[in-house]
């Protein structure tokens, strides 16, 4: 069912060890449909990896008030996890490819949000 939809709707977990770490990757789904599900597989977690949609549309369906982007920060922050990525996703889809512009007008408006929300931007990596 995931595939045909093209979604992820159940937690899956990785797991695999460091010299110095023991680490469990869980893929939680971003599908509002299955956010019980995500908020399992976040309770669990000491770092979150946010995945943003760079995409003209995207990004700003993301960011707006009832978007996933920034439900997903809150929860994260609520749930207790205090460690942060964020991923720009899909910026070859950006207009021009890989658009510097707009990966820093999403680094400012995600930054700024996830200020509000409590974390410490200046902690937090953007990976394009």
Not at 27 to 52: E, W, Y
Not at 61 to 76: F, M, N, V, Y
Request: one cysteine or more; aromatic letters at 10%.
């Amino acid at each position: 069912a995931e595939r045909e939809r093209g979604i992820t709707i159940d937690i899956a977990l990785w797991k695999f060890e460091t010299t110095k770490y023991y680490c469990t990757v869980i893929d939680a789904p971003g599908h509002r449909d299955f956010i019980k599900n995500m908020i399992t597989g976040t309770s669990q977690a000491d770092c979150a990896v946010l995945i943003i949609d760079s995409t003209t549309g995207g990004f700003e369906a993301g960011i707006s008030k009832d978007g996933q982007t920034r439900e997903h920060a809150l929860l994260a922050f609520t749930l207790g996890v205090k460690q942060m990525i964020c991923c720009c996703n899909k910026m070859d889809a950006t207009t021009p490819k890989y658009s510097k512009a707009r990966y820093d007008e999403i680094v400012k408006e995600v930054s700024s949000y996830l200020k509000k929300v409590g974390y410490n931007p200046d902690k937090i990596p953007f990976v394009p």
